[in-house]
């Protein structure tokens, strides 16, 4: 589904990614972890199609497409989600009109007709509900005004409404309590399939103990320096990054 | 020294009014001279100045008739009592509502006429267009509502220019004590023209103990007439005037929205919402005096200036010694889409009393790159995206107007007006 050469990208000037291996099938789900600073929201940016990263060497195949020749917006209706880091508050366009906007995209885009609007609420209501978000959210700005918490949760809100192909979570788990963690983990084990991927991005290990990896990555300096079963998690979790002789320090 | 008399150089002719309005006009046509003409100079009108004076030698326009009124007004499913007036004047039968009196200034007592000559734009001096509606005044509507009168439905006066020349609409609105009213106001042209026609109109509004206006001017004539406008509220104590202003299409459009606190409890709320493009210019002042204790007002304006277009937000709130316990807030907003567009925002703030809280925030920026990005990243096309952000922008106080049937005919003619779309 997906297959990252050797990729290199940089921003400001500043080499961030260098020469990053990766390749996903549909059905699996991995874990990337590093240290602050190793490269990971980079990795999930560039994915994802953020000018403000540039990629200067490699190459990205998403279902047998060039996916650095993609605009943001198409690998979006490709069925590729990155729930981010910080996701950013827009006042003055509400949730419902945000979610149906794109779900309508989307939908053009494979070359169906417009949701109808009952079907719409419908599906809203009910996923707000699986996020544990009351329904008053929907009317609200984007993220206008959300906790941490919350911005999170809708972010998950989000990506259970588009239905991605490939999702992308960028430090989801960070910041959580063990309720709010428990409705990401639900969310993305309720979406979990042979057709799709989900790629988990994460400082902790301890989003892996809901959502069990079928692979842990260890990203350090722009590079995976360590791939393995789940367990390399836990390891790390244990012995801490030193072990893997990464000076944290240094990343940032 | 050139004076405002260029610009009026002969009276209305003969007008039909009460003698405290006929000595009103006269002696302000005699003032005319005494009045420069705005120029770049002119610290208050420099932004607008050049455009005005352009419009040179210009007759006062007639009464055209009541045909020929535009059929959208944004005013979408919106019932009201309607009320054309066509280049100033009073259409021939006036709508009959229940505790209101509706009549042109031809039929007003001695003791009315002089409470329209009492009106805070009529008791102005440094405002050299509606020097120009006093100098010329020739007709003008007066409402009145009566005591604990609560009007329904909102009367629309539609103020339509007809034509080239110069009109000047004259209103003048009594709310007695414990009334409340909504007025919409909304100016369009027909057949006028961008170099030959100026619609130069005067609103006052006196709003008695506990009365309540809101008050909706609405702006949207495709870029034929250029406006200039003065509008005056004077509050008594607890009453409180609402104010929903809505710019949008036309070549020049001054504003001076003037509002006096002078009970104490009085309280005013004045919104804005303007767009601009092409090389369309707009001018807002507004001017709040705190003049009684214990008042509160609440400014917002949002202004969205693309292409070539200019738009000058001036908001000054002044607050008299005796105004204590004043609360005042004034936010101005402003998105500019173009390199080459230009917004000029000025708050003043003129503070005379010691126990108040006022605070006021301007900001002008463009577009938000990751607020675009973000929607991008959910499959949203990008002229999508921005038509979202920058109706985003705006909506907050266009859903602040409490006829929900307008804000959203408001909201869907912005969403045309924001469409990105080749
Ligand atoms: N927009 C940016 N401008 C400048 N430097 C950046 C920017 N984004 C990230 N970086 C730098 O790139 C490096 C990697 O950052 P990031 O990908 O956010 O790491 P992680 O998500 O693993 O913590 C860090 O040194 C960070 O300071
Ligand atoms: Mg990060």
């Known amino acids: ?252 | 020294m050139t004076n405002m008399r260029e610009v009026l150089p002969q009276a209305a002719a003969e007008p039909d009014l009460p003698p405290a309005l006929q000595d009103f006009a006269k002696q302000r046509f005699e003032g005319l001279t005494g009045i420069a003409r705005p120029s770049r100079k002119t610290e208050a009108w420099k932004y607008s100045a050049k455009r005005l004076n352009k419009l040179e030698g210009l007759q006062l326009a007639g009464n055209a008739g009541e045909e020929n009124a535009p059929a959208d007004l944004l005013l979408g499913n919106v019932q009201s009592h309607q009320l054309v007036l066509s280049n100033g004047h009073l259409p021939s039968s006036l709508p009959q509502i229940e505790g209101v009196s509706i009549k042109a200034f031809s039929a007003l007592s001695e003791a009315e006429a002089q409470q329209v000559a009492k009106g805070l734009i009529a008791t102005r001096d440094d405002l050299p267009f509606a020097e120009i509606n006093h100098a010329g005044l020739g007709e003008g509507l007066y409402i009145e509502v009566a005591k604990n009168t609560q009007v329904e439905l909102p009367i629309h006066l539609l103020l339509v220019h007809q034509g080239e020349g110069m009109s000047l609409p004259r209103i003048f609105v009594h709310l007695q004590t414990g009334s409340s009213v909504s007025l919409i106001e909304s100016v369009c042209a027909v057949s006028a023209s961008s170099e030959q026609s100026l619609c130069n109109q005067v609103s006052d509004f006196l709003i008695e103990d506990n009365a309540a206006l809101t008050y909706y001017r609405v702006n949207d004539d495709h870029d034929q007439l250029p406006q200039v406008a003065a509008t005056g509220a004077q509050l008594k104590r607890d009453a409180r005037f609402f104010s929903h202003v809505l710019s949008l299409g036309c070549p020049l459009g001054r504003h001076d929205l003037q509002v006096q606190l002078l009970g104490s409890g009085a309280e005013c709320d004045l919104n804005g919402v303007c767009v601009a493009q092409d090389r369309q210019h707009f001018d807002h002042h507004t001017c709040i005096e705190h003049i009684a204790s214990h008042c509160n007002s609440n400014e917002n304006y949002r202004c969205i200036a693309d292409d070539k277009a200019q738009i000058v937000f001036n908001g000054r709130i002044h607050i008299h010694p005796d105004a204590q316990k004043t609360l005042g807030e004034m936010s101005n907003k402003n998105l500019l889409l173009s390199s080459e567009a230009e917004i000029d925002s000025k708050p003043e703030l003129e503070i005379y009393a010691d126990d108040v809280k006022c605070a006021h925030g301007t900001t002008i920026g463009q577009l938000n790159e990751k607020e675009v990005y973000y929607l991008k990243t959910r499959g949203i096309r990008k002229e999508q995206a921005r038509q979202m952000l920058t109706l985003g922008f705006v909506l907050e106080i266009v859903r602040a107007a409490p006829i929900a049937e307008l804000a959203e005919r408001w909201e869907q003619r912005l969403s045309e007006l924001l469409s990105f779309e080749d």
Not at chain 1, 14 to 20: A, D, V
Not at chain 1, 65 to 94: C, H, K, N, W
Not at chain 1, 98 to 117: P, V
Not at chain 1, 138 to 153: A, I, M, P, Q, T
Request: aromatic share 6%; proline share 3%.
């Open chain 1, 1 to 252: 589904m997906l297959s990252i050469k050797n990729l290199q990208a940089q921003v400001e000037d500043k080499q961030i990614l260098k020469g990053l291996n990766l390749e996903i099938k549909a059905g699996e789900v991995h874990a990337i972890m590093g240290p602050n600073g190793s490269g990971k929201s980079t990795l999930s940016q560039v994915l994802a199609g953020n000018e403000a990263f540039e990629v200067t060497g490699g190459s990205v195949r998403y279902q047998d497409q060039d996916l650095l020749e993609m605009s943001t917006e198409d690998r979006a209706r490709e069925g590729l989600f990155l729930a981010f880091q910080y996701p950013v508050e827009i006042p003055g366009v509400s949730n419902l009109q945000f979610l149906k906007t794109a779900i309508n995209n989307i939908r053009q885009h494979r070359g169906e007709g417009e949701i109808n609007a009952a079907e719409f609420m419908k599906l809203a209501k009910e996923k707000i509900k699986q996020v544990n978000l009351n329904p008053s959210f929907l009317k609200r700005g984007v993220n206008e005004g959300f906790s941490g918490g919350e911005k999170k949760r809708n972010e998950i809100m989000q990506m259970l409404m588009l239905e991605p192909k490939l999702a992308i979570l960028d430090e989801t788990d960070s910041g959580l309590d063990i309720d709010a963690l428990r409705v990401v983990a639900d969310g993305v084990n309720a979406l979990r399939s042979p057709e799709r991927a989900v790629i988990m991005v994460t400082h902790y290990q301890r989003l892996l103990d809901y959502i069990v990896p079928d692979y842990v990555h260890v990203l350090s300096q722009g590079r995976i320096i360590k791939s393995g079963g789940k367990e390399l998690a836990l390891e790390l979790e244990e012995k801490g990054y030193g072990w893997l002789g990464i000076d944290e320090q240094a990343e940032a």
